[in-house]
């Protein structure tokens, strides 16, 4: 049996003439880039994060760098964050200028541990970016509490946990701005790239909106270097119809993950843990082994069942940024975490049959 950790072969079967009917829509408008489709995808994106606004931009790590940017964060400013994510986040806050500064997690999320962050703040710190790992809220409550206080923007990596909820506010709607991810993998994924950034402040809005077409408000008319990061029409035509069965998928998710929990207890392994306060999206259903996983998933591969162990490598400890002066123990949960997470499949087409035989070869490992 061949299991992939996901199967988007089998969602999009599971609409096809939906989405076949959307990129015919396109190609009959000869439409491709912004335009009618996108400015519809972002009115429902934006009522479906429970935000006034979303600019759609040509990736997730886009949403990141724009976002910074809207905020005026730059050259010598330092932007706190967590090293254990996808590379991305931090080098969003390098690719402008900017300096991140790392700060460890809370072991049982995975997300930055707000108890740490208070520390790490100098008069050269400018923004927050927590990011929603694996499919569930870092702690926002105590993360926007520290940012009011010492007058700090806070900008929600979503890229892995779109229509999660934290105390019933959706993911990336509680800060100052949201990053959202449209990669394949994700949540809502595209057949391509594409992201978005989500917010309640019309000012900010306009500015994404400008930067992302090289500056430019009125064509021709340039009043910022900006950079082209527009989300094409093919994508947000598609992302349109999978919006509609997001919930229903993610509902998937969480009963799959319910399976793995029920099934998985008693068994020398951690499996996630869910806040009251979160409402889980199972992005990944991260395992966690020690002293590691390796011969965890050597067995389930070899039986045809993919798993993944994501972020082996802390970023602080990453040789791209050697030079920030970090060394091995500065992020202990951090570096524990890296080699000891195995994610295993979670989609919401997995059947009974499928799960348990997933199951069954975990535990006879």
């Known amino acids: 049996m061949k299991i992939p950790i996901l199967d988007l072969t089998a969602q999009y079967k ?33 009522a479906y994060c429970g935000t006034k606004y979303a600019v759609g931009v040509a990736s997730g790590t886009d949403a990141l760098i724009l976002a910074l940017k809207a905020l005026g964060i730059g050259e010598g400013d330092e932007v706190i964050t967590t090293p254990f994510t996808f590379f991305a986040t931090a080098e969003s806050i390098s690719l402008v200028g900017a300096k991140p500064v790392f700060v460890d997690i809370n072991p049982k999320t995975y997300c930055i541990n707000p108890g740490l962050i208070e520390n790490k703040i100098t008069k050269k710190t400018k923004a927050i970016i927590p990011v929603h790992l694996f499919g569930q809220c870092a702690d926002m409550d105590r993360i926007l509490e520290i940012a009011k206080l010492n007058n700090l923007k806070v900008i929600e990596d979503t890229a892995q946990a779109m229509g999660a909820t934290y105390k019933g506010k959706q993911a990336g709607s509680m800060g100052d701005i949201g990053a959202l991810s449209f990669f394949p993998s994700k949540n809502l994924g595209g057949f391509g790239d594409g992201g978005m950034v989500i917010t309640n402040n019309k000012e900010l809005a306009d500015k994404i909106r400008m930067l992302r077409v090289h500056g430019s408000a009125v064509r021709y008319i340039h009043s910022a270097i900006g950079t082209n990061s527009r989300l094409d029409a093919f994508q947000a035509a598609i992302l349109r119809v999978k919006l509609k069965h997001l919930n229903k998928w993610l509902d998937g998710r969480r009963k799959v993950a319910k399976y793995y929990d029920e099934n998985l207890k008693g068994l020398p392994i951690i499996t996630p843990f869910t806040p009251s306060y979160n409402m889980h999206t199972y992005h990944l259903y991260v395992l966690r082994i020690k002293p590691g996983p390796e011969k965890l998933a050597k067995s389930i591969n070899d039986a045809g ?21 970090y060394k091995k123990g500065d992020f202990k949960e951090s570096e524990s975490a890296s080699p000891e ?22 535990s006879s490992y």
């Not at 599971?14 to 439409?31: F, G, L």
Request: proline share 5%; net charge negative; glycine share 4%.
């Open 341 to 362: 997470t195995l994610a295993i499949p979670i989609y919401p087409e997995l059947d009974t049959d499928e799960l348990s035989f997933i199951v069954k070869r975990i």
């Open 14 to 46: 599971s609409i096809k003439d939906e989405i076949d009917s959307a990129v015919a829509r396109v190609v009959d408008s000869q439409y491709f880039i912004l335009g009618p489709e996108v400015e519809a995808f972002e009115s429902e994106v934006a």
């Open 305 to 325: 069942i993919e798993a993944r162990t994501y972020y082996p490598v802390s970023l602080h400890l990453q040789e791209a940024y050697k030079g920030l002066g």
